[in-house]
Nanobody, 128 residues
């Protein structure tokens, strides 16, 4: 049974930073691309970033490009999201997710339907 557990969320002032972590178990972690999504109140879940299974390539939503960095440690079965220069509009619940398909690319799958396992989410609140 796949289990994903996010941590690292919290309250931060605009311009600040947070680092989210997502620990995975119950799957061959290094075979799958991993992604981060977020959902703000009253809005649909949206793509944030995805990283290839090797960790060598990544792809970002335009809204976070240059501010967020996704990374992974396959030895620790963990994926990270470093968030810098945070803005109030980044306020949301952040979820990590496992791609449905074990493939070597990245950037092809960026919708929630492309991912089949999800964590419980971690709240990020950015005050102005």
């Amino acid at each position: 049974q796949v289990q994903l557990v996010e941590s690292g969320g919290g309250l931060v002032q605009a311009g600040g930073s947070l680092r989210l972590s997502c620990g995975a178990s119950g799957l061959p972690f290094s075979r799958y691309p991993m992604g981060w999504f977020r959902q703000a109140p009253g809005k649909e879940r949206e793509f944030v970033a995805v990283i290839s299974r090797s960790g060598r390539t990544s792809y970002y939503a335009d809204s976070v490009k240059g501010r967020f960095t996704i990374s992974r440690d396959n030895a620790k079965n963990t994926v990270y999201l470093q968030m810098n220069s945070l803005k109030p509009e980044d306020t949301a619940i952040y979820y990590c997710a496992k791609d449905r398909i074990a493939y070597s690319g990245v950037g092809v799958h960026t919708t929630p339907a492309d991912f089949d396992s999800w964590g419980q989410g971690t709240q990020v609140t950015v005050s102005s």
